[in-house]
């Protein structure tokens, strides 16, 4: 399978995902609208997902990619096998501990996350329904990170619709059933994460099975010890801590966010995550599929000793997330207002939760490049474990994220938080792509000069005609006639996309490159 075809592969199944993400999204703040208790919610979830992100999906997918991805260039499928089986033990028992001291301490987390919080006790006991997500979920990144190194893209992809599938059902048939047992209807999201992460699970099962590679955990101690001192599983957890460093400075980032947030005024933690639900969109689509196939792919690079293939991959990379993250950031800094009103201005969803939206999603969109690009980047030192300068860049992006929220916060509010998390990612990519430069990994291919005039001349057509729509045509008011809004934001989408890409054709740039290289 060619990288492109399998970069759609992932695109288009996270699409999947993320539609029917947002779907929830906006049926949630329809049902339950923004106020104390969703703020109370989301600040639960985070909790298992900022775990999730930093041990499952981070530091883990990180170290155990590419010495998987290396072990089967270099012992074949039988080596592999043994090393998925003894990584398999040794997560299993960690995530066993993890759960417990998580559901223990839940009013701990909660007040480091955000102490704020109107409706405290109540994200304490959601916390603690939802945090054993967390084992379901770094389970399912082991069977993603194997899936993916044999270049089975299909079901780690699709696997998160399962959630959103259930979180919704948990709405329209949860809702009504807590509300008849007396119990807050919003409880019924936290049954529906829990179901979500263990069908996620369950549908990875049979396609290991097909590819011979389903675990054999060790359930005795001699079996754990077994695996601990396997050098390839050794040499992950030596590989884990820098890489667990510095995914948790990301995370320290957003943990600190949310706190500032939960001291400003109610419905800002919530305003900033349905402002988070649409960067999603570009950042799943693009960055992390490009991530999830690039990293295998320049972790056995490395290990052949293929530099220039390793090179032009990432070149490859580079150009596709300038040439797609570009239009979507200019998009996000100048239509924000009618995105956000089309697609949660309903129910409960007031005028003035627009404009807050809108506002963080602009703030997010200054950034989006750098966010994309970061998903590109940081594989390239991974695959080289090399998990220490990611570190180090993480931890500058962290002091000058947070030096901005001193500058931006007092001015913008909870939009200020989302402007220096963009520009935050910005500087994180800007050093990612500076070190891999400076050590000759990454050497541009030539024509990066005339590209990036074909891209920004685009980009600035688009622009143009993006400022036009969202001025001339009423997409707050058009509240009451749903699907005209609707229909007019095909049209601007349909319309957009055409005047982009005929730009760009015109200016000479051939898009079949990205198919062929």
């Not at 995530?95 to 009013?107: E, I, M, N």
Request: charged share 10%; with cysteine; aromatic share 8%.
């Amino acid at each position: 399978m060619s990288l492109f075809k399998a970069a759609s592969t992932v695109s288009l199944l996270t699409l999947a995902s993320r539609v029917t993400g947002l779907f929830r999204d906006v049926l949630m703040v329809s049902v339950f609208g923004v106020n104390a208790l969703t703020d109370a919610f989301y600040v639960a979830f985070r909790i298992p997902n900022l775990f999730r992100r930093v041990f499952g999906e981070g530091a883990f997918s990180q170290a155990f990619v590419p010495v998987l991805a290396g072990c089967r260039a270099t012992e074949g499928d039988q080596g592999a096998k043994v090393l998925v089986d003894h990584v398999s033990t040794v997560l299993l028992w960690t995530l066993v501990l993890l759960c417990l001291a998580g559901v223990v301490g839940a009013p701990l987390l909660v007040w480091a996350l955000a102490s704020g919080l109107k409706e405290y006790d109540a994200a304490v006991v959601m916390t603690r329904v939802m945090f054993p997500y967390i084992g379901f979920m770094s389970l399912v990144a082991l069977a993603g990170g194997i899936l993916n190194t044999w270049k089975k893209f299909a079901v780690p992809a699709a696997s998160p619709v399962l959630l959103n599938v259930t979180l919704i059902l948990s709405i329209l048939l949860g809702v009504p059933l807590f509300r008849r047992l007396g119990i807050e209807p919003i409880y019924s999201q936290c049954v529906g994460v829990m179901v979500g992460g263990i069908l996620q699970l369950a549908c990875q099962l049979p396609a290991l099975r097909r590819i011979g590679m389903l675990p054999r955990i060790g359930l005795a101690a001699a079996s754990l010890k077994a695996s601990m001192n396997d050098p390839a599983t050794r040499k992950i957890l030596r590989l884990m801590l820098p890489a667990l460093l510095g995914v948790s400075v990301a995370q320290i980032s957003l943990l600190i966010n949310t706190q500032i947030a939960s001291h400003l005024a109610a419905g800002s933690v919530s305003w900033l995550n349905s402002a988070d639900r649409l960067m999603e969109f570009p950042t799943a689509m693009l960055g992390v599929a490009l991530g999830v196939v690039l990293m295998p792919q320049l972790a056995a690079a490395r290990a052949s000793g293929d530099e220039d293939r390793y090179s032009a991959m990432l070149d490859w990379g580079l150009r596709l997330v300038v040439l797609a993250a570009v239009p979507c950031s200019v998009a996000l800094l100048v239509f924000a207002r009618p995105l956000v009103a089309t697609l949660f201005h309903y129910g409960a969803f007031k005028d003035s939760d627009v404009e807050q939206v809108a506002l963080a999603l602009a703030g997010y969109g200054t950034g989006l490049l750098g966010l994309v690009a970061i998903k590109v980047l940081a594989p390239g030192y991974y695959a080289s474990h090399d998990m220490k300068t990611p570190m180090r860049i993480a931890i500058v992006a962290l002091v000058t994220t947070q030096l901005l929220n001193v500058a931006l916060v007092p001015w913008l509010k909870h939009a200020g938080l989302a402007l220096s998390i963009g520009l935050g990612a910005l500087v994180n990519s800007g050093l990612l792509l500076a070190g891999l430069l400076k050590k000759g990994r990454y050497r541009p291919h030539p024509g990066w000069p005339m590209f990036a005039l074909q891209v920004f001349a685009a980009t600035a057509l688009l622009a143009v005609f993006l400022m036009w729509a969202n001025g001339s045509l009423p997409w707050v008011a058009w509240r009451a006639e749903p699907f005209k809004r609707i229909g007019a934001m095909a049209l601007m989408m349909a319309a957009s996309g055409v005047l982009y890409f005929g730009a760009l054709r015109i200016g000479g740039l051939k898009l079949r490159q990205f198919v062929t290289r």
